[in-house]
């Protein structure tokens, strides 16, 4: 069983940056990630994810602004936030799965089994 913690969450004022961290239990070479966001009263939705071959993907109203990342000799995602600004206001989860060999939506929350508890991201303006 894959256990995923975040850290790094906090508030910061519209313009600032954040970068949170999820740390895995185990081995993160054949997991594609992703970081995921629910602000409330609204569905949970699809913030970047990376594939274990690191090719990335971005929602449309972040691109440009966040950068997902991975290290995984240190079994870590990273999702560095700039220009942050209160829309992006949620809580903040980040997601794993076993790479497969068929396509896939990294931005779908139905393709990802694993999943952290969250980290609260809390933007004023």
């Known amino acids: 069983q894959v256990q995923l913690v975040e850290s790094g969450g906090g508030s910061v004022q519209a313009g600032g940056s954040l970068r949170l961290s999820c740390v895995a239990s185990g081995d993160t070479v054949n997991y594609d990630m992703g970081w995921f966001r629910q602000a409330p009263g609204k569905e949970r939705e699809g913030v970047a994810g990376?594939?274990?071959?690191?090719?990335?993907r971005y929602a449309d109203s972040v691109h440009g602004r966040f950068t997902i990342s991975r290290d995984n000799a240190k079994n870590t995602l990273y999702l560095q936030m700039n220009n942050l600004k209160p829309e992006d206001t949620a809580m903040y989860s980040c997601a794993s799965r076993v790479h497969g060999s068929m396509p896939y939506d990294a931005l779908a929350l139905r393709n990802y089994p694993y999943w952290g508890q969250g980290t609260q991201v809390t933007v004023s303006s």
């Open positions: 990376i594939a274990s071959s690191g090719i990335t």
